[in-house]
């Protein structure tokens, strides 16, 4: 059985990574009320990413390493491999951001192209590291990433432990597995709710075949949750312990990035997909909404 299915200790994995990521703050917005805001955007590299990504090239050891990434994972593991000297690959899926494919060579990575969506890109992932000798780190199917992700989730209870549900944008999963794990250690109730674009909705229908389901590429504005399936890793976990799973359009996710923006929250449209989620559940009681990126076009990735 997977370590992070029983009782990883959250705690040591945030002491781990703390050189490397910052603690971010929980922001408000005048006009919504009830709801905090969790500003991974305002994380290093521009996104949660970087935690999961600092906790897998720590805890897997020296060599270079190998990532698919829409974007902001690879950013993440660009900017890690930077600071402990480790070669670093990343394959891009067509389609992907061009503005975050330079943040990523800027880093001094090297980027490949993948002529397909994210399963065909994962697949030459593995391929490149086979050849080259390099590691592969997952997006989001990896114990050490979803640990890493926790975190984000362990830092919004600990500042607001009276929080009745949390908000999380899902693509892969391994920020929504690590929002299930770091609630399971909460000392209270918390409800955890994922937020799917509705496009990609590979979770709710997973949940509800009972088992992985892999869907077409899938076409929506929020580029970092194109995932085609449940991660190995998060999706036993996620169906063990998230209450709820809500699909959203591309217009609401339009419509909660500009009410951030208005507010002077940088969100990318996958950043504002946990906000257009809460405001079609109506976020009763105390929520939380992770903002789990902000490198638009307009914003460079920043160290």
């Known amino acids: 059985m997977s370590p992070t299915t029983t009782g990883t200790d959250l705690r040591a994995v945030a002491a781990r990574i703390a050189g490397y990521v910052r603690p971010t703050p929980l922001l408000r917005i005048d006009g919504l009320p009830g709801i905090v805001f969790k500003a991974e955007h305002l994380q290093r590299g521009g ?3 970087s935690r999961g990504a600092a906790n897998a090239l720590l805890g897997l050891g020296g060599g270079d390493v190998v990532a698919g990434s829409s974007g902001n994972h690879g950013i993440a593991v660009a900017l890690l491999g930077r600071a402990l000297g480790v070669g670093v690959t990343v394959v891009m899926a067509e389609g992907a951001s061009s503005a975050k494919e330079a943040a990523i060579r800027g880093l001094g990575a090297h980027v490949r192209h ?6 065909e890109r ?3 992932a ?5 050849r080259t000798g390099g590691r592969v780190v997952p997006s ?3 114990e050490l990433v979803v640990a890493g992700q926790a975190t984000v989730t362990l830092e919004v209870l600990d500042d607001a432990p009276d929080t009745d549900v949390v908000y999380v944008p899902t693509g892969g999963g391994g920020l929504l597995a690590g929002a299930c794990l ?3 250690q909460h000392d209270r109730p918390v409800r955890v709710v994922g937020v799917e674009p509705a496009a990609a909705r590979r979770y709710a229908r997973s949940l509800a075949a009972d088992r992985p389901v892999r869907i077409p590429p899938p076409d929506t504005i929020a580029d970092g949750l194109r995932a085609q399936h449940p991660g190995e890793v998060p999706f036993p976990i996620i169906r063990r312990r998230v209450d709820d799973l809500v699909g959203v359009t591309d217009e609401e996710i339009t419509h909660a990035m500009r009410l951030l923006h208005g507010a002077g929250i940088e969100a990318e449209p996958s950043g504002s997909v946990a906000l257009a989620g809460a405001l079609r559940h109506g976020f009763p009681g105390r929520a939380a909404v ?3 990126g902000g490198n638009n076009h307009t914003r460079k990735a920043t160290p």
């Open 114 to 119: 993948a002529a397909g969506g994210v399963a």
């Open 290 to 292: 992770v903002v789990s």
């Open 182 to 184: 770091a609630a399971e």
């Open 47 to 49: 996104s949660f990413k």
């Open 126 to 130: 593995r391929e490149h590291a086979r």
């Open 140 to 142: 989001s199917d990896h």
């Open 122 to 124: 994962d697949r030459l």
